[in-house]
């Protein structure tokens, strides 16, 4: 029996592994992935100028060998600024969703292992920052603090963490009746040891699965604040501030049309990759293919 029970975790991981080996969705979703993270930190080779570089006699120019994006109203490369904008747009959204889970997580762990009066405390306080939209909570956090990039994941962090909470908390109340977690208590370990080194780590799997497909969300999410002048600050090259001043000028598609692009790739390779985990985790999905 004992035999079992230890290896049961290796043969699920196992078969999740192989899931993912043969899945093309996880294959593409990695490829789009890697290939932007590559062009993002090669972005001082493969830019064609600087992000900040104006030149007034080349303003609005449709794509070309010289500007393959176009130029926008100060003349400066589409291109280029995409390729340095994504060095703010996916560090912020990435540094949003791991603040976030990773308070979300403790709170939740905690809710769901403290007793009683820890859990209906944290909990009603988790509900009442989810009766809030997200991104309205985040705009009025993000205009008291002031438009910056480092306001605006402040804010979005802020936010963030309330949906771990409830996550966490409905994994650690499952968890908790479990025989190892019993058989830990009648081994003398403290609660705390039980939570943190115990229940917590088999709870982890469910949540990077909702972190890989939050960091999509989160792109967006930043890339709207931006939008509406409460992220990063221009001249700095920011996704969601160019589709900004691209929608001033909407006769020339292409100043607004490839940072969106940009933003649209990636969230949907993000949410491609989370859903080719959690489809490999899942083992009703695994047992129907």
């Not at 899931?19 to 001082?44: C, E, K, N, T, Y």
């Not at 009766?131 to 802020?158: D, E, N, R």
Request: with cysteine; proline share 6%.
């Amino acid at each position: 029996m004992t035999i079992s029970i230890v290896h049961q975790p290796d043969s699920i991981i196992r078969r999740s592994l192989d899931r993912l080996a043969h899945d093309p969705q996880l294959a593409i979703s990695v490829a789009l992935i890697f290939a932007w993270m590559l062009a993002i930190a090669g972005a001082g080779i493969l830019a064609p100028a600087s992000p900040l570089a104006q030149n007034v006699l080349d303003r609005l120019q449709p794509p070309s060998l010289g500007h393959p994006f176009g130029t926008d109203q100060l003349g400066r490369d589409v291109f280029s600024r995409v390729l340095y904008g994504g060095r703010a747009s996916v560090p912020a959204a990435i540094a949003v969703v791991v603040m976030g889970a990773s308070f979300g997580t403790i709170v939740g762990g905690l809710a769901g292992y403290g007793g009683r009066v820890t859990d209906e405390f944290l909990a009603r306080l988790t509900d009442m920052m989810l009766a809030f939209p997200v991104l309205v909570l985040a705009m009025a956090v993000a205009a008291a603090l002031g438009a910056s990039l480092i306001h605006g994941v402040v804010a979005l962090t802020a936010v963030w963490w309330p949906q771990y909470v409830r996550v966490c908390r409905g994994l650690v109340l499952e968890l908790r009746e479990r025989e190892f977690v019993t058989a830990s208590k009648a081994s003398g370990r403290t609660s705390i040891a039980i939570l943190f080194r115990i229940i917590l780590p088999n709870a982890l799997p469910t949540l990077l699965v909702m972190a890989a497909i939050d960091i999509g969300r989160a792109i967006l999410n930043f890339s709207i604040l931006s939008f509406l002048g409460l992220g990063a600050r221009p001249p700095d090259p920011e996704w969601g501030s160019m589709v900004s001043s691209g929608a001033e000028v909407m006769d020339q598609w292409w100043v607004a049309t490839f940072p969106g692009l940009s933003i649209l790739c990636l969230v949907f390779a993000f949410n491609l990759l989370g859903d080719s985990i959690r489809d490999a985790m899942d083992p009703w999905v695994g047992g129907r293919r």
